[in-house]
């Protein structure tokens, strides 16, 4: 404000100074480098007065610095002035800064004027203005490695991406010039190389002949180009070579029968070339599926191996051996099975088998047992994910039946859909609903063999497959359903039912089936459906009190696969080595069996961790010592006179029976340097025997051969009689057969014209695989004279020559030929056959008297007693082997 004064002639005017405070930005950022103390500021320092251009108002005096947030601002730093009347100002260290101290500063920053006068009275002061500086790095620090020798150790002959890995850290703070750049190996001529990583590779495959050890230098460099202080060195000892993987794997391993186990691999270890494995997985698998269905059981039928296991009996063979009395399995394909068991085969659409209402019929109730071996796909399995991993798209039926309980009908129906099986059941059909079961099973679709039991006691339902135990899931099936036709059926392969426009077979079974059975009643135990499915042979671990610390073991319930796992190379080494094969098989199928040893490893280093290859090799089970099954107590001759045979029971054919096995071994007889053979007496199980007439078969008219059902029924063995053969068959001991073989008697008809019959008898183990001898037994019928002369009987001799439906008799030792038995004689011919065999009697007749006057005259000398002590003896001489012989020579010595 100007004011105005009137002093004397003179006007003056006063003017009030330093009006207003100085201004500057309100915050700075600055940077300054480690070897400088001038601080570069943005914007740059300016402070400004309006008073300007007034001496001292108008004018800087100078910065006031004060403590920023961290409180020592203003130790540090300070600021000056340039330029008093433009308000230029500097900003600066006070000592040298250390950027990896303190790389960041912060203080505030205030403008004062010079005031009123030149003492600066009345200054004024800005506002305060924050000021950031950054203290830039200077490539003061060289790098320093963290060791000044590094040492490694590899094998020769091989390429690694990296042996060692040196390092150098830098102390700048900034990562221009921390950071290592890249690092060089300075000493020339070796056959490495390094990367700006400091990972150090051989350039080429070492031999530890040529040079054992490998020393050089390496250097480091900063982003600033700085080199090391000093260079370290590298050292890489070559070893000799070392192939890691499996040592002392032999390829062959021989089994002999009876040895019971036998380790695979006892002097099998692990070679890792000192590479640090953490986990280690080793898989053995040994192929059993080419013996039989799954692994080697048994070389008996299912039916004899239900016998051997204890089940119970009263089951009931749903797809049995095609024969005259079961032809429903007739039509259906069959595969060879190298266990002796029927395979049948289905192909989703024609093959079914109905099962005869008189079979259904004794399967009523709500407790039963399903038991079958079943195989997904037809003959050639294709792989299970092409073939039954859901490429069907509707269920395949294997198992359907509707039987009649009481006054009601209950309908079940088993069915596999991709991997699942499901059983249906309907308890009433009138009445209830049905139920379905659902097992989700990877053993459905796997195209291997599989054994399924299934017990029902509804509503409760178990299922073993394999021998383990499966929960299903329950599924109430509320839908819309058509009632099953009330009446008996059961069908295998399909089931019975309505399409749109007729009734067919349906759901139609795509693969093998085997041993289809079921039993009313109450279920299956436990123990004999794991009896049923347990393996003979298969691998298994020898003492798993010495498994090592960490180490696991798992093994199948096929016993084909056994899985170890550990983390320790020495445990891994000993559990190895005491994986066995094991076979309780008397009798082992001999034959190849496919092993396989797969590995795998994990590293701490997984780029560098070893990768193993599989191991395959085979095991082969040694032919074992046969057994030899001697028949003998019998003939070979059995002479009765022919009313024993004639009787209600007939005349047992091998009463003395005696049956023994033994085992034939080679045995090394030290004295002579040479082996012989020794055989022992064991105790076995026989699987049938057969009794069959030699030569013509049986005539039903005149002669058949008996058996005491009582015993056979008894045992529970089954039996086929036909005119051919006796077949008595069943999984049984020696002592057994022995008493139902006593008890086969042979009868003939009253008035059969018969002097001879032969009889063979022979009996096998393991369905035919061991045979016994063949015993040979001649029967002769003693005939006495009287019954030559009476003419019934000569009638029965005509009429057995004459008879065109029966077979022709035996005479003198000669068979005549057997006509056929719809052949017929025409009338002529029939005439001068009855003219011959009247002469023929005639003269056997003549013959006869002839003999019987001539020996009167020659023994006339002889006791009466002598007589009848030998009239046994006498009437077998009179038996005529072959009359017109007789007749013939008596002829000639009339004439002489």
């Known amino acids: 404000m100007m004011k105005w004064c009137l002093c004397g002639h003179t006007f003056a005017y006063i003017v009030d100074s330093n009006k207003h405070k100085p201004w500057i930005e309100t915050e700075y950022q600055g940077i300054v480098m480690e070897n400088d103390n001038t601080v570069l500021l943005n914007p740059p320092l300016f402070a400004l007065d309006k008073d300007a251009p007034l001496h001292y108002a108008g004018e800087i005096c100078g910065f006031r610095v004060h403590n920023g947030p961290s409180g020592s601002g203003s130790v540090q730093f300070e600021a000056v002035v340039l330029d008093r009347s433009t308000g230029e100002g500097l900003v600066r260290s006070k000592e040298p800064l250390d950027c990896e101290s303190q790389r960041e500063h912060s203080f505030t920053i205030q403008a004062y004027d010079c005031?009123?006068?030149?003492?600066?009275?009345?200054?004024?002061?800005?506002?305060?203005?924050?000021?950031?500086?950054?203290?830039?790095?200077?490539?003061?620090?060289?790098?320093?490695?963290?060791?000044?020798?590094?040492?490694?150790?590899?094998?020769?002959?091989?390429?690694?991406?990296?042996?060692?890995?040196?390092?150098?850290?830098?102390?700048?703070?900034?990562?221009?010039?921390?950071?290592?750049?890249?690092?060089?190996?300075?000493?020339?001529?070796?056959?490495?190389?390094?990367?700006?990583?400091?990972?150090?590779?051989?350039?080429?495959?070492?031999?530890?002949?040529?040079?054992?050890?490998?020393?050089?230098?390496?250097?480091?460099?900063?982003?600033?180009?700085?080199?090391?202080?000093?260079?370290?060195?590298?050292?890489?000892?070559?070893?000799?070579?070392?192939?890691p993987g499996w040592i002392g794997w032999t390829k062959r391993v021989e089994y002999t029968p009876g040895s019971g186990s036998i380790p695979l691999f006892p002097a099998l270890h692990l070679e890792t070339c000192e590479e640090t494995v953490w986990n280690i997985q080793a898989t053995v698998?040994?192929?059993?599926?080419?013996?039989?269905?799954?692994?080697?059981?048994?070389?008996?039928?299912?039916?004899?191996?239900?016998?051997?296991?204890?089940?119970?009996?009263?089951?009931?063979?749903?797809?049995?051996?095609?024969?005259?009395?079961?032809?429903?399995?007739?039509?259906?394909?069959?595969?060879?099975?190298?266990?002796?068991?029927?395979?049948?085969?289905?192909?989703?659409?024609?093959?079914?088998?109905?099962?005869?209402?008189?079979?259904?019929?004794?399967?009523?109730?709500?407790?039963?047992?399903?038991?079958?071996?079943?195989?997904?796909?037809?003959?050639?399995?294709?792989?299970?994910?092409?073939?039954?991993?859901?490429?069907?798209?509707?269920?395949?039926?294997?198992?359907?039946?509707?039987?009649k309980n009481d006054d009601s009908f209950s309908h079940y129906s088993l069915s596999v859909h991709g991997c699942r099986l499901s059983l249906f059941y309907w308890p009433d059909v009138s009445a209830a609903r049905p139920v379905k079961f659902l097992w989700k099973l990877e053993q459905v679709c796997d195209s291997e063999w599989h054994h399924l039991s299934l017990s029902v006691q509804f509503p409760s339902v178990t299922l073993y497959v394999d021998g383990v135990t499966f929960d299903p899931a329950l599924i109430h099936d509320?839908?819309?359903?058509?009632?099953?036709?009330?009446?008996?059926?059961?069908?295998?392969?399909?089931?019975?039912?309505?399409?749109?426009?007729?009734?067919?077979?349906?759901?139609?079974?795509?693969?093998?089936?085997?041993?289809?059975?079921?039993?009313?009643?109450?279920?299956?135990?436990?123990?004999?459906?794991?009896?049923?499915?347990?393996?003979?042979?298969?691998?298994?671990?020898?003492?798993?009190?010495?498994?090592?610390?960490?180490?696991?073991?798992?093994?199948?319930?096929?016993?084909?696969?056994?899985?170890?796992?550990?983390?320790?190379?020495?445990?891994?080494?000993?559990?190895?080595?005491?994986?066995?094969?094991?076979?309780?098989?008397?009798?082992?199928?001999?034959?190849?069996?496919?092993?396989?040893?797969?590995?795998?490893?994990?590293?701490?280093?997984?780029?560098?961790?070893?990768?193993?290859?599989?191991?395959?090799?085979?095991?082969?089970?040694?032919q074992p010592d046969a057994p030899q099954i001697s028949l003998s107590g019998v003939g070979p001759h059995l002479a009765r006179p022919a009313p024993e045979f004639e009787g209600p029971r007939g005349v047992p054919l091998f009463p003395e029976l005696r049956i023994v096995c033994s085992l034939s071994h080679a045995v090394n007889t030290a004295a002579q340097g040479m082996e012989a053979l020794m055989s022992d007496a064991v105790a076995h199980t026989l699987d049938g025997c057969e009794v069959q007439p030699l030569g013509e078969e049986l005539n039903p008219e005149k002669e058949e051969l008996l058996v005491d059902m009582d015993v056979v029924r008894e045992r529970g063995l089954e039996i086929i009689n036909t005119t051919a053969y006796i077949a008595i068959t069943g999984a049984e001991s020696i002592s057994v057969y022995e008493d139902v073989l006593r008890s086969v008697r042979y009868r003939l008809a009253k008035g059969s014209a018969r002097f001879e019959r032969r009889f063979r008898l022979s009996c096998s183990e393991m369905n035919g695989r061991y045979t016994s001898n063949e015993l040979t037994l001649e029967v002769n019928f003693l005939h006495s004279l009287d019954s030559l002369y009476h003419p019934s009987?000569?009638?029965?001799?005509?009429?057995?020559?004459?008879?065109?439906?029966?077979?022709?008799?035996?005479?003198?030792?000669?068979?005549?030929?057997?006509?056929?038995?719809?052949?017929?004689?025409?009338?002529?011919?029939?005439?001068?056959?009855?003219?011959?065999?009247?002469?023929?009697?005639?003269?056997?007749?003549?013959?006869?008297?002839?003999?019987?006057?001539?020996?009167r005259r020659g023994e006339g000398s002889r006791s009466e007693a002598k007589e009848g002590g030998n009239q046994w003896d006498d009437s077998a001489l009179t038996i005529i082997v072959n009359p017109m012989e007789v007749f013939i020579s008596l002829s000639i010595k009339e004439q002489k």
């Open 115 to 243: 005031g009123e006068g030149p003492d600066g009275v009345n200054s004024k002061k800005s506002h305060k203005a924050t000021v950031h500086v950054r203290v830039n790095d200077v490539n003061e620090f060289s790098p320093v490695f963290v060791e000044r020798r590094y040492e490694a150790s590899v094998p020769e002959g091989r390429l690694f991406e990296r042996i060692v890995r040196v390092e150098a850290l830098d102390a700048d703070c900034s990562p221009q010039y921390s950071q290592i750049c890249f690092y060089d190996i300075i000493t020339p001529n070796v056959p490495f190389a390094i990367d700006n990583d400091g990972n150090i590779k051989n350039t080429e495959p070492l031999d530890s002949k040529r040079q054992r050890v490998h020393t050089f230098w390496v250097t480091a460099f900063d982003c600033g180009k700085n080199r090391a202080q000093a260079d370290a060195q590298v050292v890489v000892t070559v070893k000799p070579s070392c192939k």
């Open 285 to 403: 698998e040994l192929q059993t599926g080419h013996i039989g269905k799954g692994c080697d059981r048994d070389s008996y039928s299912d039916r004899s191996v239900r016998r051997l296991c204890g089940a119970v009996r009263g089951e009931v063979d749903l797809l049995p051996p095609p024969s005259p009395t079961a032809n429903w399995t007739s039509a259906l394909p069959t595969l060879p099975s190298s266990d002796s068991s029927l395979v049948f085969s289905f192909n989703g659409s024609s093959h079914v088998a109905v099962v005869p209402e008189s079979v259904v019929s004794a399967l009523s109730g709500d407790h039963f047992t399903l038991q079958l071996w079943m195989r997904r796909g037809g003959a050639n399995i294709q792989a299970a994910s092409t073939q039954t991993r859901g490429n069907r798209k509707e269920e395949e039926t294997i198992v359907c039946s509707t039987v």
């Open 478 to 622: 509320n839908g819309a359903l058509p009632n099953p036709a009330p009446r008996q059926r059961m069908s295998i392969g399909a089931c019975w039912g309505k399409t749109l426009t007729h009734m067919k077979y349906v759901g139609g079974y795509h693969g093998l089936l085997s041993g289809v059975t079921v039993r009313p009643g109450s279920v299956e135990p436990h123990s004999v459906v794991e009896c049923l499915y347990a393996c003979r042979e298969g691998l298994d671990f020898g003492d798993l009190e010495t498994l090592g610390s960490g180490m696991k073991v798992h093994v199948n319930p096929s016993q084909s696969v056994l899985v170890l796992e550990g983390d320790d190379i020495e445990s891994f080494n000993r559990a190895v080595q005491q994986v066995t094969y094991r076979n309780s098989l008397r009798f082992a199928t001999p034959g190849v069996r496919p092993l396989k040893l797969i590995t795998s490893l994990r590293c701490f280093n997984e780029e560098s961790c070893l990768s193993l290859k599989q191991l395959e090799g085979y095991l082969v089970v040694l």
């Open 793 to 855: 009987h000569l009638l029965a001799s005509q009429q057995q020559f004459l008879h065109p439906s029966h077979h022709a008799g035996e005479l003198s030792g000669h068979t005549l030929p057997n006509p056929h038995r719809n052949s017929v004689i025409p009338g002529a011919a029939t005439v001068i056959i009855m003219v011959c065999v009247g002469f023929l009697v005639v003269m056997v007749i003549l013959g006869v008297f002839r003999i019987r006057s001539i020996h």
